[in-house]
């Protein structure tokens, strides 16, 4: 009998959850041996992951649906609790465990000298655990509670530091407004609990409804698939929820490198592509997802251009990159689907290394500071090598993995949207020329770093050099023409693609002239670095300040609700208390007035008889005159 490895995919998050009790358990004692009971988990929930995903390589075969836990019980709809093995699905097991496991082990010497490094490793074993559930939950509702469990480890991560202002600010910004992207989410699910036959919320279910001419309304339709998209753009940092994004830089550079490359971010796009049957359905909400997709691409393409804090380059390089993803998901073909997952895959390698790069970097020079580093090739030189192959791998320049995926999808756009594809081409002239940019500044050029800096030890290079491999080769999976492989082994429906030689040429000549232009500034400095901040210091303010986009939050969102929170405080201080006060000062006032009346002394009981007896005459009198008058 044939074993079937994906009965056993429930595992795969479990080994995680399993490391995440025991460091728990164990607390700070751990230690050394927090690190490597996290690295032996993530490591064994690796090998399965490879196993379920070579049994679906070859023949088609079926999704492997467990749901035998009966969850919830809603009139006549029971929900199961389960997991679901698709290719989709299974692809991003092996991404998800590949990077988390290689983050593991860079972050064995990264955090060496840190006193709760035991705790640091429990989070990120949380942290893959919620990733993993997240993408084999077979229904939406199973898939939101690990999202919003995404969500909470996101926060411990980004705030790991939180002894310091900034990653406190930084943890409830992502938290905040990712909640926002959330609500979206949960509208939702509501709506589809509502509108799908019998209740249900199983992808099973939700594809044979949304597949083949949905009886639900077009306009209810394009509002689901909307609501869904929001969530997405919360996770995935679409503008204009992509503010918490960069802020997240302020976490340890080993979790940039997990959220940036392989799962919080990539979490919205694989949920877009999960419910891709119901964007099929709505062309409006397709069009809106190419829109904020391709105008995320370039507007934060341009913002990197003038960053000087290595992590936010990349961190804003990210952004671009989730939009090129959406805007492939967007054009709403099968084979624009197959591209914005392969370069999700593509993304994964290159964008991790070049996170685990600059953290080999931060971690010889003690500064995120470019402009305070330079002349670090000669001195790094497996950082600088590694670094190098995974920014020509972003900037797309064949053959690495960068370009193959990148230009899928600019293929795709031509075909579909010819606005689409020249935003995308002047993107991928901003990725080359703010990659070779930072290049430059940090690895050429004289060295401004004070200290003696050494190259970083093997647990951080040893990964770098692993990413580094994945950055070259990972791209050959699908090449049109040559290799297709991944395109009918994804899409339903089988792959048409052929090399499209305008646009390949036209995607390496704006690399290129990006490397080239980058070079002539920063590397060989034939043109003042200054060009733009003193020809158009407008232009070069309203870049570096990120178009001021979190001072007009600030203003717009920020600042009035703190004005209505200061008034309904006021009134809950002033009035609500206040009356709540006034009785009870007047109670205490009147129990006052008690104890003095009743203070032992008998000349003040006689006193108040005296009193009280005047009172009673006087009432007895008046009213014998009122009743004679």
């Not at 690295?39 to 929930?45: D, G, K």
Request: one cysteine or more; charged letters at 10%; a neutral charge.
């Amino acid at each position: 009998m044939e074993l079937d490895i994906s009965q056993y995919a429930w595992l795969i998050p479990l080994f995680p959850l399993l490391a995440f009790l025991v460091l728990i358990a164990i607390g700070r004692q751990a230690k050394e041996t927090g690190a490597y009971i996290s690295i032996l988990a993530a490591a064994a929930s690796f090998i399965l992951a490879v196993l379920v995903f070579m049994e679906r390589l070859g023949d088609p075969v079926d999704n492997y649906l467990w749901t035998k836990v009966q969850w919830l019980h809603v009139g006549e709809l029971a929900l199961g609790f389960g997991f679901e093995i698709t290719n989709l699905n299974a692809l991003m097991l092996v991404i998800v465990t590949l990077v988390g496991l290689l983050v593991n082990i860079y972050s064995k010497g990264y955090m060496q000298e840190d006193e709760r490094k035991a705790v640091f490793f429990s989070y990120i074993s949380l942290f893959t655990f919620s990733m993993l559930g997240l993408v084999i939950s077979p229904n939406l509702l199973q898939l939101y509670i690990f999202w919003e469990l995404v969500g909470v480890c996101s926060f411990l991560l980004i705030g790991f530091w939180y002894y310091k202002p900034e990653a406190k600010a930084a943890a409830k910004k992502a938290f905040i407004v990712t909640r926002i992207g959330d609500v979206g989410l949960l509208l939702a699910i509501l709506l589809l609990f509502w509108y799908m036959p019998g209740n249900a919320l199983d992808f099973a279910s939700i594809h044979s409804a949304f597949a083949n001419h949905p009886d639900i309304a077009p306009g209810m339709i394009t509002l689901i698939a909307i609501l869904i998209f929001v969530g997405a753009v919360g996770k995935s940092g679409q503008f204009p929820l992509h503010v918490w994004l960069p802020d997240a830089m302020e976490g340890p550079t080993p979790i940039s490198a997990l959220i940036h490359a392989a799962t919080m971010v990539a979490a919205g796009v694989y949920l877009v592509a999960r419910t891709f049957d119901i964007f099929r359905a709505s062309p409006d909400a397709l069009l809106v997802v190419a829109i904020v997709g391709a105008f995320t691409a370039i507007f934060a393409a341009t913002i990197g251009t003038a960053q000087n804090d290595i992590k936010r380059v990349l961190a804003y390089s990210t952004v671009s990159q989730l939009g090129y993803m959406m805007m492939a998901l967007g054009i709403g073909t099968w084979a624009s689907y197959t591209a914005g997952i392969f370069h999700l895959f593509t993304h994964a390698f290159f964008k991790a290394l070049l996170f685990l790069g600059a953290g080999s970097v931060i971690h010889a020079v003690r500064t995120q500071n470019i402009h305070e580093m330079g002349g670090l090739a000669g001195k790094m030189k497996i950082t600088t090598w590694t670094f190098a192959i995974g920014a020509l791998a972003l900037a797309g320049i064949i053959p690495l993995s960068g370009f193959w995926s990148k230009d899928v999808i600019l293929a795709e756009a031509y075909h579909s949207n010819q606005l689409l594809f020249w935003i995308g081409l002047v993107a991928a002239f901003f990725t080359a020329l703010y990659m070779s940019r930072l290049f430059f500044l940090v690895f050429t050029g004289p060295s401004k770093v004070k200290h003696e800096v050494k190259e970083s030890p093997a647990s951080m290079t040893f990964p770098m050099i692993v990413l580094a491999v994945l950055a070259v080769i990972a791209g050959f999976v699908f090449v049109p023409q040559l290799n297709p492989w991944l395109g009918n082994w994804l899409a339903p429906e089988a792959m048409d693609e052929s090399m499209n030689w305008l646009v390949v040429i036209l995607s390496n000549l704006a690399a290129l002239l990006g490397i080239g232009l980058g070079w002539v500034i920063y590397g060989k400095g034939s043109l003042s670095r200054e060009i733009i901040s003193q020809r158009a210091p407008w232009l070069y303010n309203l870049v570096s300040h990120k178009y001021y986009i979190d001072e007009l939050y600030r203003w717009i969102i920020i600042r009035p609700l703190q004005a209505i929170g200061r008034l309904f405080n006021a009134v809950d201080h002033w009035i609500i208390d206040g009356l709540v006060r006034l009785v009870a000062g007047s109670v205490v006032s009147l129990g006052k007035l008690g104890t003095r009346v009743q203070n032992g002394q008998i000349q003040t009981y006689g006193l108040v008889t005296l009193l009280g007896f005047v009172v009673l005459v006087l009432a007895l009198v008046g009213r014998r005159f009122i009743d004679l008058g």
